[in-house]
């Protein structure tokens, strides 16, 4: 494959020749699995390792190579190891708050042009949740598609649409169904030769079936979805970036149960784009559409312009917005006051020995 085969362009050939070094030459991020690395060059894959000056001075888990990030790998003429020396700035990143810390932020897939946001049209469909994933979608900069799948289990099909096309006005919506290829030509349309496009979605949706019929091939383990409850079983454990036959790049993430924001600020009114218009006809310009008087958006619920459902997930969402927010703040006081503690002990301690 070429270069531009795996996306490649002048913005991130620019990016390269501003390292000034010609022993590096550009790959990009196939499989990252617990700091090994395995990159996609023009002379084939490679695995490699970040340079222990790229992890020393990662100030977090988002600022080393996530799976998509087009990277500059050194290869050793001797023992044909590859190292990665520098990730090259990203055009789009979709990220979510990292598991189990709630300061910390995590790349999910790095570069991609279109995120196809899966739900499985079984007993775990949930509009909001489709919701969630649209923002963290607008946060990253690459273009949402939502993916109704398995559209043979759902009689109503038409108000499962209708209910998401409310949630997202503007983004495209398309049923599909594995088993009788519904929908499949449509998603086809997406894959072109250097364009990314990344599956998201809970497990159990359906992300590696509906991979393996793009690709015409069983490239991606399946299992069945538990019965009782309609959840996955992850299936995928580890992100992958593959190459379609037909051109273009489709990245599989393992599914998510729950999908935490991390920077949600202008992301959250682009998703709620009818709530951030009629915001500037509210009486009072900080109007946050709780209890404030002459609220533009509460008055477009009480007419029923405006379903009530939006507005509360919107809420929702912009209290775990703040409450992140004010999580870093706290952890960034804490850092200070560490760093102050280190200073002043360094002082007292240059005092007593002179």
């Not at 100030?59 to 998509?68: C, F, K, M, N, T």
């Not at 409850?229 to 051109?247: F, K």
């Not at 379903?307 to 992140?324: F, G, K, M, S």
């Not at 999580?327 to 007292?348: G, I």
């Amino acid at each position: 494959m070429t270069l531009g085969d795996l996306g490649w362009d002048d913005r991130f050939a620019a990016a390269f020749d501003a390292l000034g070094d010609r022993g590096l030459i550009p790959a990009r991020v196939g499989i990252e699995h617990n700091h090994f690395y395995r990159v996609l060059t023009s002379r084939g894959e490679r695995m490699a390792q970040a340079a222990g000056r790229l992890r020393h001075h990662a100030a977090g888990q988002d600022e080393l190579p996530a799976v998509g990030d087009w990277v500059a790998v050194r290869v050793d003429r001797h023992d044909g190891t590859a190292t990665i020396q520098s990730i090259l700035p990203r055009r789009s990143s979709f990220s979510r708050k990292a598991a189990g810390d709630p300061t910390a932020r995590q790349v999910v897939a790095a570069n991609v042009d279109i995120v196809l946001v899966v739900a499985g049209l079984d007993g775990d469909f949930s509009p909001r949740r489709i919701e969630r994933y649209l923002v963290a979608a607008a946060d990253s900069g690459a273009r949402p598609v939502v993916v109704l799948n398995k559209a043979d289990l759902e009689e109503h099909l038409a108000v499962r649409v209708a209910e998401v096309r409310t949630a997202a006005p503007d983004v495209p919506v398309h049923p599909t169904c594995c088993t009788t290829g519904q929908g499949f030509d449509d998603l086809a349309r997406y894959l072109a030769p250097g364009r990314t496009v990344a599956l998201l979605g809970s497990s159990g949706v359906g992300k590696s079936t509906i991979i393996n019929r793009l690709l015409g091939e069983a490239r991606q383990k399946t299992q069945a979805v538990r019965s009782a409850d309609s959840r996955g079983r992850h299936t995928t454990i580890h992100r992958e970036l593959i190459a379609a036959p037909g051109g273009g790049i489709i990245i599989d993430t393992p599914g998510m149960r729950e999908l935490q924001l991390w920077d949600s600020d202008r992301a959250l009114e682009d998703a709620f784009a009818e709530i951030e218009a009629l915001a500037p006809d509210c009486r009072f310009r900080d109007c946050r559409h709780r209890q404030e008087p002459g609220c533009a958006v509460r008055a477009a619920v009480e007419a029923g312009t405006l379903p009530a459902i939006r507005l509360t997930h919107y809420l929702r969402l912009d209290d775990e917005r703040a409450h992140l927010d004010r999580r870093r703040d706290e952890l960034a006081r804490l850092e200070e006051k560490k760093r102050t503690r280190v200073v002043h002990r360094a002082l007292r301690k240059m005092h007593t020995s002179s």
